[in-house]
C-alpha cells in the first residue's frame, strides 16, 4: 500500500512549533489541577478556612472563560506570536504575583491575571498550527499537542502535593516562571510571525455584556452560602447577570457580526451539548476540588498522599478513552448519556459513604470508577456538541464549547464552595465543629445537580450515533 501524505513526517521547524504549543496546554492543564491539593496548606499560611478557598479555583476557570470569546480577534489583530507570547509572559507574572499573595484576595486577584494568560495559550497555539500545517497533516499535529493536556491533569494534583509538603505551596507558582521564560524564548524563535489579518469588526459591547453575565452569575453561585446582606448582594448579582445574558441574546440577533452567530443555536444537538455541559460538569468539575480537600481536612491525609489519590481517577479516564466511539457506536448518543449521567450522579453522591476507617483499596476503585465514567461522560457529551456543525460554525462552536466548559468548571466549584460553607455553618454546633458531616452532605448535593442533566440528554432522537469513520478528536474528548 503506498505511503499517504498524512504519514509524511513533519519538519524540524513545524516539530518544534508543535512542542512550543504543547509546552503552553501543558503550563494551562498543570495549573488548573495542581492548585487543588495545595489549598489547605494555604488557607493555614494565609490565615483562612480550608472551606473558604474555592475562589482561588474560580478566579482562574472564570477568568479564562472570559477570554477565550476574544481570542481569535486578538491573534487576527495583533498576530498569533505577538498575542501567544504576551500570554506566556502574562501567565507567567500571574504565577509571581500568586507566589507573593500576601493574603486571599491579592492571591484571588493574581489567579485572575494567571487565567487571563492561560486562556489565550491553546486557542491561540491552536490557531497556529492550524496556520502551519497542511490539511491532511493538522489532525495529526493536534493530537500531539492535545497529550500535554492528559499529562498536566496526570501529574498536577501529586506535584502540588509534593512540594507542599516537601518544600512551600508557593512553589507550585514558582515553577512557572523558568518554564515561561523558555516558552518566551521559543515562542520568539519558532513560532510563524503569523501576520495580522484584514481587521474584522469586534463585538465589544456583546463581548461585555456575555463576560459581564458570566462573571456575574458565577459570583452570585459562590456568595450564596452567606446571610443577610451577602445573600441579597448575591441575589442583585444574579439578575443582573441573567439580564447581561439576555441582553448579549438580543444584541446578536441584530448584529451584523456577533461573536456567536445565533444561527449556531439552531443545530439541536448543539444547544443539547452546550446544556448538558453546562449542568453535568457542576458536579463532576467539584470533584477535584472536594476530594484532596477532605482527604486532608477530615481524614488527615498529607498534601502528597491525598495528591496521589487523585491518579486513580486520571488513569480511570485514560483507560476509557479507546472505547468511547465503541460504545457510543453501539449504543446511541441518547442512551449513554442518559445511563451516563445517572450513574456518573450517583458516583459523586457515592462519595458521601467515605469515612476515617474506610479500606484504602475501596477508595482507590471507587475514584478509577469515577474518572472512567466521566471520561464516557465528557467525550460523548463533547462529540455530540460538535458533530453536525457545518464547517463555517466549527471554530466558533469548538470556542463556545470551550468557554462553556470552563464556565461549568468555575460554577461547579463555586456551587460546591457555597454548599459546603452552607453545610459546615448549620453543622458546626450539632457535630462539635466536625467537617466531614459538611462534606457528605455536598457530595450529595453535587450529585442530584449532575442527575438534572438527564432532562437534557433524553432530547436527542435515540437513533442518533456518530457518523461513519467519525472518531472524536482530542479536543473532543477533552
Same mark, same amino acid.
Given at each position: 500500500?503506498?505511503? %499517504?501524505?498524512?504519514?509524511?513526517?513533519?519538519?524540524?521547524?513545524?516539530?518544534?512549533?508543535?512542542?512550543?504549543?504543547?509546552?503552553?496546554?501543558?503550563?494551562?492543564?498543570?495549573?488548573? %489541577?495542581?492548585?487543588? %491539593?495545595?489549598?489547605?496548606?494555604?488557607?493555614?499560611?494565609?490565615? +483562612?478556612?480550608?472551606?473558604?478557598?474555592?475562589?482561588?479555583?474560580?478566579?482562574? /476557570?472564570?477568568?479564562?472563560?472570559?477570554?477565550?470569546?476574544?481570542?481569535?480577534?486578538?491573534?487576527?489583530?495583533?498576530?498569533?506570536? @505577538?498575542?501567544?507570547?504576551?500570554?506566556?509572559?502574562?501567565?507567567? !507574572?500571574?504565577?509571581?504575583?500568586?507566589?507573593? =499573595?500576601?493574603?486571599?484576595? !491579592?492571591?484571588?486577584?493574581?489567579?485572575?491575571?494567571?487565567?487571563?494568560?492561560?486562556?489565550?495559550?491553546?486557542?491561540?497555539?491552536?490557531?497556529?498550527?492550524? @496556520?502551519? !500545517?497542511?490539511? +491532511? &497533516?493538522?489532525?495529526?499535529?493536534? *493530537?500531539?499537542?492535545?497529550?500535554?493536556?492528559?499529562?498536566?491533569?496526570?501529574?498536577?494534583?501529586?506535584?502540588?502535593?509534593?512540594?507542599? +509538603?516537601?518544600?512551600?505551596?508557593?512553589?507550585?507558582?514558582?515553577?512557572?516562571?523558568?518554564?515561561?521564560?523558555?516558552?518566551?524564548?521559543?515562542?520568539?524563535?519558532?513560532?510563524? $510571525?503569523?501576520?495580522?489579518?484584514?481587521?474584522?469588526?469586534?463585538?465589544?459591547?456583546?463581548?461585555?455584556?456575555?463576560?459581564?453575565?458570566?462573571?456575574?452569575?458565577?459570583?452570585?453561585?459562590?456568595?450564596?452560602?452567606?446571610?443577610?446582606?451577602?445573600?441579597? =448582594?448575591?441575589?442583585?448579582?444574579?439578575?443582573?447577570?441573567?439580564?447581561?445574558?439576555?441582553?448579549?441574546?438580543?444584541?446578536?440577533?441584530?448584529?451584523? +457580526?456577533?461573536?456567536?452567530?445565533?444561527?449556531?443555536?439552531?443545530?439541536? %444537538?448543539?444547544?443539547?451539548?452546550?446544556?448538558?455541559?453546562?449542568? *453535568? @460538569?457542576?458536579? /463532576?468539575?467539584?470533584?477535584?476540588?472536594?476530594?484532596?480537600?477532605?482527604?486532608?481536612? /477530615?481524614?488527615?491525609? =498529607?498534601?502528597?498522599?491525598?495528591?496521589?489519590?487523585?491518579?486513580?481517577?486520571?488513569?480511570?479516564?485514560?483507560?476509557?478513552?479507546?472505547?468511547?466511539?465503541?460504545?457510543?457506536?453501539?449504543?446511541?448518543?441518547?442512551?449513554?448519556?442518559?445511563?451516563?449521567?445517572?450513574?456518573?450522579?450517583?458516583?459523586?453522591?457515592?462519595?458521601?459513604?467515605? =469515612?476515617?476507617?474506610?479500606?484504602?483499596?475501596?477508595?482507590?476503585?471507587?475514584?478509577?470508577?469515577?474518572? /472512567?465514567?466521566?471520561?464516557? &461522560?465528557?467525550?460523548?457529551?463533547?462529540?455530540?456538541?460538535?458533530?453536525?456543525?457545518?464547517?463555517?460554525?466549527?471554530?466558533?462552536?469548538?470556542?463556545?464549547?470551550?468557554?462553556? &466548559?470552563?464556565?461549568?468548571?468555575?460554577?461547579?466549584?463555586?456551587?460546591?464552595?457555597?454548599?459546603?460553607?452552607?453545610? &459546615?455553618?448549620?453543622?458546626?454546633?450539632?457535630?462539635?465543629?466536625?467537617?466531614?458531616?459538611?462534606?457528605?452532605?455536598?457530595?450529595?448535593?453535587?450529585?442530584?445537580?449532575?442527575?438534572?442533566?438527564?432532562?437534557? !440528554?433524553?432530547?436527542?432522537? $435515540?437513533?442518533?450515533?456518530?457518523?461513519?469513520?467519525?472518531?472524536?478528536?482530542? $479536543? $473532543?474528548?477533552?
Amino acid at each position: 500500500m503506498s505511503q %499517504t501524505p498524512a504519514a509524511a513526517p513533519l519538519s524540524p521547524a513545524r516539530n518544534k512549533l508543535l512542542w512550543l504549543v504543547a509546552l503552553g496546554f501543558f503550563m494551562q492543564t498543570l495549573d488548573a %489541577t495542581i492548585v487543588n %491539593t495545595a489549598l489547605p496548606a494555604m488557607a493555614t499560611d494565609l490565615g +483562612e478556612s480550608p472551606l473558604q478557598m474555592h475562589s482561588v479555583i474560580v478566579a482562574y /476557570s472564570l477568568a479564562m472563560a472570559v477570554l477565550i470569546p476574544a481570542s481569535g480577534w486578538l491573534a487576527d489583530r495583533f498576530g498569533t506570536r @505577538r498575542v501567544f507570547m504576551a500570554a506566556i509572559a502574562l501567565f507567567a !507574572f500571574g504565577s509571581v504575583l500568586c507566589a507573593l =499573595s500576601p493574603n486571599l484576595s !491579592f492571591l484571588v486577584a493574581a489567579r485572575v491575571v494567571q487565567g487571563l494568560g492561560g486562556a489565550l495559550l491553546l486557542p491561540v497555539g491552536r490557531l497556529a498550527v492550524l @496556520r502551519a !500545517f497542511p490539511r +491532511e &497533516q493538522f489532525i495529526r499535529a493536534i *493530537s500531539f499537542v492535545a497529550i500535554p493536556g492528559l499529562v498536566g491533569p496526570l501529574i498536577g494534583p501529586t506535584l502540588g502535593g509534593w512540594m507542599v +509538603e516537601f518544600a512551600s505551596w508557593h512553589w507550585i507558582f514558582w515553577v512557572n516562571v523558568p518554564v515561561g521564560i523558555l516558552g518566551l524564548l521559543a515562542a520568539r524563535k519558532y513560532m510563524p $510571525e503569523g501576520e495580522p489579518m484584514p481587521p474584522r469588526a469586534f463585538d465589544l459591547m456583546g463581548f461585555v455584556m456575555l463576560a459581564g453575565g458570566m462573571a456575574l452569575v458565577s459570583l452570585a453561585v459562590e456568595s450564596m452560602a452567606g446571610g443577610g446582606v451577602r445573600s441579597a =448582594s448575591s441575589l442583585i448579582m444574579l439578575v443582573f447577570g441573567l439580564a447581561c445574558l439576555a441582553g448579549y441574546w438580543l444584541h446578536a440577533l441584530k448584529k451584523p +457580526e456577533p461573536l456567536f452567530a445565533p444561527e449556531l443555536f439552531t443545530v439541536r %444537538t448543539l444547544r443539547v451539548g452546550l446544556l448538558g455541559n453546562l449542568f *453535568s @460538569r457542576l458536579g /463532576s468539575s467539584a470533584m477535584p476540588f472536594m476530594m484532596p480537600l477532605v482527604l486532608q481536612v /477530615s481524614l488527615g491525609y =498529607s498534601p502528597m498522599h491525598a495528591g496521589m489519590m487523585m491518579l486513580p481517577t486520571v488513569l480511570g479516564s485514560m483507560a476509557t478513552k479507546p472505547l468511547v466511539t465503541r460504545v457510543v457506536h453501539h449504543w446511541g448518543y441518547r442512551k449513554v448519556l442518559l445511563v451516563n449521567t445517572f450513574v456518573l450522579a450517583l458516583l459523586i453522591a457515592s462519595f458521601a459513604s467515605i =469515612s476515617p476507617g474506610m479500606p484504602l483499596p475501596l477508595l482507590v476503585v471507587q475514584l478509577f470508577i469515577f474518572g /472512567s465514567v466521566n471520561s464516557l &461522560q465528557f467525550s460523548a457529551m463533547n462529540t455530540v456538541t460538535l458533530k453536525d456543525l457545518m464547517p463555517s460554525f466549527a471554530s466558533s462552536g469548538n470556542s463556545l464549547l470551550s468557554m462553556v &466548559q470552563m464556565l461549568a468548571m468555575g460554577m461547579g466549584v463555586a456551587a460546591a464552595g457555597a454548599v459546603l460553607a452552607g453545610f &459546615q455553618a448549620h453543622l458546626a454546633a450539632a457535630t462539635a465543629g466536625e467537617t466531614l458531616w459538611a462534606f457528605r452532605g455536598t457530595f450529595i448535593v453535587m450529585g442530584l445537580l449532575t442527575l438534572a442533566a438527564t432532562v437534557l !440528554f433524553a432530547q436527542p432522537p $435515540e437513533s442518533e450515533t456518530p457518523t461513519a469513520g467519525h472518531k472524536p478528536g482530542p $479536543e $473532543e474528548q477533552s
